[in-house]
Antibody, heavy 119, light 107 residues
């Protein structure tokens, strides 16, 4: 079974850092690009960042560029999101998702890890 | 960035109804349009990719159409488990963007 399990969320003060992880299983991890998508409480989906299978191509949403860093460890079947200089507006449920197909759709998604940024 | 606009933002319907949700892109995205369903407290689930291809395991009452800038998701006959929020997503540009969502509620 293809599975993605996020971890690392929690309550953090504005300006501080947090590192999210996503453990993948059930598929050949280094065949796929991986992405982070977030959802603020009661709001819609916002794509955050993505990384190609070999880490050669990395993209970020403007809202997190310069503050967040995506990375992956193919030997550990893991995806990471280092979040620095966190803001209240970064509060959200963070999902990792596998990118499928040449043009890209997300399937599956993990269950998410909640990040709360508050003083 | 490519902006995605869904309409309506919310919709009330009854079991058995036929429902259509629209998604419009701010520029042509060919057929690089995907649809997801999200139920409360759950992760999004892929329904349709490249505008009209049904994901494996998704009931045939779901269908998608469109190309360029205008797309639709159609549910031919609503089942109780279809009441959820639906999102479109463009994959034409790697700065992926989602529509704001359409909440489908029971009338």
């Amino acid at each position: 079974e293809v599975q993605l399990v996020e971890s690392g969320g929690g309550l953090v003060q504005p300006g501080r850092s947090l590192r999210l992880s996503c453990a993948a299983s059930g598929f050949t991890y280094d065949d796929y690009g991986m992405h982070w998508v977030r959802q603020a409480p009661g709001k819609g989906l916002e794509w955050v960042s993505g990384i190609s299978w070999n880490s050669a191509t990395i993209n970020y949403a403007d809202s997190v560029k310069g503050r967040f860093t995506i990375s992956r460890d193919n030997a550990k079947n893991s995806l990471y999101l280092q979040m620095n200089s966190l803001r209240v507006e970064d509060t959200a449920l963070y999902y990792c998702a596998r990118l499928v197909g040449g043009t890209g759709w997300f399937d599956p998604w993990g269950q998410g890890t909640l990040v709360t940024v508050s003083a | 960035d490519i902006q995605m606009t869904q309409s309506p933002s919310s919709l009330s319907a009854s079991v058995g109804d036929r429902v259509t949700i629209a998604c419009r892109a701010s520029q042509s995205i060919s057929s690089y349009l995907n649809w997801y369903q999200q139920k409360p407290g759950k992760a999004p689930k892929l329904l349709i990719y490249t505008a009209s291809t049904l994901q494996s395991g998704v009931p045939s009452r779901f269908s998608g159409s469109g190309s360029g800038t205008d797309f639709t998701l159609t549910l031919s006959s609503l089942h109780p488990e279809d009441f959820a929020t639906y999102y479109c997503q463009q994959s034409y540009r790697t700065l992926y963007t989602f529509g704001q969502g359409t909440k489908l509620e029971i009338k």
